[in-house]
């Protein structure tokens, strides 16, 4: 191939050159700027950086973490230590600095079944649970003794006093027995008297009234009751009413105080003096590896905390928390927030709000949203700011065409002492022990007359009771509600100022709902 002419190259090469300026400076001249992406864009790409892949790989370590020490991840076992020592190791990985604060608990274990039977006369074998079962807090050991009633006839009444006196313990046979009836004070007193009085074991039966047949699911309140003590059904307390009944009780059990830890990360970036919170609890119950509950609600804020450690533009600190011994009446939460009430009222003033993550994986699941208003009437009315959360997440459903319904602050999770003490609270669910309606199988799918999750504190509750689709979409709107409640400069409580009724509407309001189900009378 022949050469061109020099000087041909050279005039060539000018041109072009000279050509390539003026497309480049057109280029410069004509170039705008990219348009700041909206909320719901920003919201969008910080979804997609939350993955449930993410969520799950959680999941498998708490697995991991329950197999390996008995099956349990509740307070006070080296299950939960793990657990803690997991996100704190993933949190610091994460670029947090994450703090560890214990605090003290009674704990009560049932290491192996109680027994209840009669020995005479006509001996018979109670079932547990149909017919009896081991109060919380209940002593230890095993007795066979005559059974004597204690100011009780076992009429069906609401008003009964047995046991809730020394004087009714006057003539008791040391050694014996103690047969009570549920009435109108606590347990633990019947149980206390009944032990002071020289009895081996007591039996607290129910009231009989309406409602009131089943077996006593109760609770001592805390440790300090050696005997054995059971709560039984109406039916058992009333056959072992006969004269010269002789019973034999038996219960192992491990009664008393130990210490279990909250864990806190949040954001280097944001304004410390306007917090936004996002909590879930840690803990599972005695019974199981508790991968649902609430395995899914620590999982699923552990990914959004390590993906918005990555975010340069929040305008509010975020503070994460992962909640001790809330299966033992979320004393986690109240361990931190009667904290801040006594110590640093100032700190709990700059919580903006509080969002609750508690199983948001149940098999047979609803898109529940913590009803703010209290539009169900079954619950209690929020703080100021609890309304606008609930919007938040209902209006996030419905642009992603996707069905949601209110469920009560009724007391059985988290968000309970922050309500109480003022704070705007949110939050999402799937749903524990409660029935699916045929209205809510229509909607969401699933199977209607079946619990919407069947392994609520089993031992079944583990890697296998978690419906993806579920975590999926719930991880999504927690993603959403964290990174938009951040990222704002707006306050929940000025968007509620127009809302009728006071800023701290929820104050001093005592929500009454028991995490565990038991009774103390």
């Known amino acids: 191939m022949s050469r061109p002419a020099r000087g041909l190259a050279a005039a060539t090469a000018a041109v072009t050159t000279a050509a390539l300026i003026a497309t480049s400076t057109a280029g410069v001249a004509e170039a705008k700027p990219q348009p700041k992406p909206t909320v719901s864009q920003a919201s969008k790409k910080f979804q997609k950086s939350v993955t449930v892949k993410g969520v799950q790989q959680h999941l498998a370590a708490l697995q991991d973490i329950a197999d390996a020490n008995g099956g349990t991840r509740a307070s006070g076992t080296d299950g939960y230590e793990a657990s803690r020592d997991y996100v704190v190791k993933t949190l610091r990985a994460a670029g947090y600095k994450p703090t560890v604060e214990s605090f003290r608990f ?18 018979k074998s109670y079932t547990i649970d149909t017919d009896y079962d081991v109060m919380d807090y209940s002593g230890s050991g095993s007795t066979q003794a005559t059974v004597t009633a204690v100011d009780t006839t076992g009429a069906a009444t609401d008003t009964s006093t047995s046991g809730c006196e020394a004087a009714d313990f006057a003539s008791f046979p040391a050694g014996n027995i103690a047969l009570l009836q549920r009435g109108t004070c606590d347990f633990a007193t019947k149980a206390a008297n009944a032990e002071e009085a020289g009895a081996t074991a007591a039996l607290i039966f129910n009231r009989g009234t309406t409602d009131e047949t089943g077996t006593v699911a109760g609770t001592l309140g805390a440790p300090g009751i050696e005997i054995p003590v059971l709560g039984l059904s109406y039916a058992a307390g009333t056959e072992l009413l006969a004269s010269g009944t002789v019973a034999k009780v038996t219960t192992s059990t491990v009664s008393e105080p130990r210490t279990t830890y909250n864990v806190f990360a949040e954001t280097t970036r944001g304004d410390a003096g306007r917090v936004v919170m996002a909590g879930a609890h840690l803990d599972s119950v005695l019974e199981g590896p508790g991968i649902n509950d609430n395995g899914s609600g620590s999982g699923t804020i552990l990914e959004v905390a390590e993906q918005l450690a990555k975010q340069k533009n929040l305008k509010k600190k975020v503070r994460f928390a992962w909640w001790g011994a809330e299966e033992l009446g979320l004393l986690g939460a109240y361990d931190y927030v009667d904290g801040l009430v006594e110590n640093n009222p100032e700190a709990l003033e700059d919580i903006e709000a509080y969002l609750n993550f508690d199983m948001v994986g149940s098999p047979n699941f609803v898109r529940f949203v913590y009803d703010g208003d209290n539009s169900l009437g ?10 606008q ?6 209006n996030y459903f419905k642009s992603r065409k996707l069905a949601s319904e209110p469920t009560a602050f009724d007391g059985r999770s988290d ?9 705007a609270a949110g939050g999402l669910f799937t749903g524990a022990e409660e029935i699916k309606t045929p209205e809510q199988a229509r909607i969401y799918g699933g199977k209607a007359g079946v619990a919407y999750d069947e392994c609520y504190h089993q031992a079944c509750d583990d890697i296998d009771n978690i ?6 979409q719930m991880s999504d709107a927690v993603a959403h509600a964290v990174y938009t409640l951040s990222t704002s400069t707006k306050s929940i409580n000025s968007q509620a100022k127009a809302a009728k009724g006071d800023k701290r509407s929820a104050k001093a309001v005592q929500v009454t709902g028991d995490a565990h189900g038991h009774s103390k009378r």
Request: no cysteine; aromatic share 10%.
């Open 106 to 123: 009674d704990f009560f274990e049932e290491t192996a079944p109680g027994t209840l039977s009669r020995v005479s006369p006509s001996p």
């Open 378 to 387: 079954t619950g209690v009315v929020g703080p100021a700011g609890s309304a």
């Open 389 to 394: 959360l609930e919007d938040l997440f209902v």
């Open 415 to 423: 968000y309970g002492p922050f309500i109480e003490n003022g704070v």
């Open 467 to 472: 419906n993806v689709q579920a975590l999926d």
